[in-house]
């Protein structure tokens, strides 16, 4: 079974369960100062899908299974500049970026800019969020989350261990 089919019916496992628990190859290089600046300020990093590829998963080359490429967890939020729910849910991300610096990474993908990766992940509406775990598949969940919510799906996902 191809690894996205799998990871399609496991994300939606998930999402059935993250949803009880709480309530419901056009690609552009990232601005280098704005890389910097983000690091400092432990902000969420908007990638690119060649960083995409080094930092999350080469779904080029590793088609067929999940092949998590990070060094810690992370949260990828698929977004864009126009959606609304996304520039309401960025603060949150914000704030769990400083809250859990060295401990899980925060992503950004913006699916104008990489259709490729939004494609890969059948990406159908943002935000969608990705959390990737060091082990084991990833989940995907569809739509805004809150602050309360991603805390949970950090602390009883991303960082349980199993």
């Known amino acids: ?76 939020t698929f977004t864009a500049d126009w959606c609304g729910p996304c520039r309401r849910m960025a603060p949150f991300l914000d704030e769990l970026a400083k809250e859990y610096a060295g401990k899980v990474n925060i992503y950004k993908v913006d699916v104008d800019r990489s259709r490729n990766v939004a494609m890969t992940f059948g990406i159908q509406s943002i935000p969608t969020l990705l959390f990737s775990r060091m082990n084991g598949l990833p989940a995907l969940q569809p739509g805004m989350m809150n602050k309360e919510q991603l805390v949970q799906a950090v602390e009883g996902f991303l960082l349980k261990e199993d």
Not at 8 to 15: D, F, K, Q
Not at 29 to 35: D, G, S
Not at 55 to 67: I, R
Request: glycine share 6%; net charge negative.
């Open 1 to 76: 079974m191809n690894i996205f089919k799998l990871m399609s019916i496991i994300s939606l496992l998930l999402t059935f369960g993250l949803t009880a628990c709480f309530g419901g190859s056009n690609e552009s290089e990232v601005n280098p100062p704005n890389i910097i600046a983000q690091a400092v300020n432990n902000a969420p990093r908007t990638i690119s899908e060649t960083e995409f590829k080094q930092l999350v998963m080469d779904f080029e080359n590793h088609s067929d299974e999940w092949k998590y490429e990070g060094k810690l967890p992370s949260i990828v």
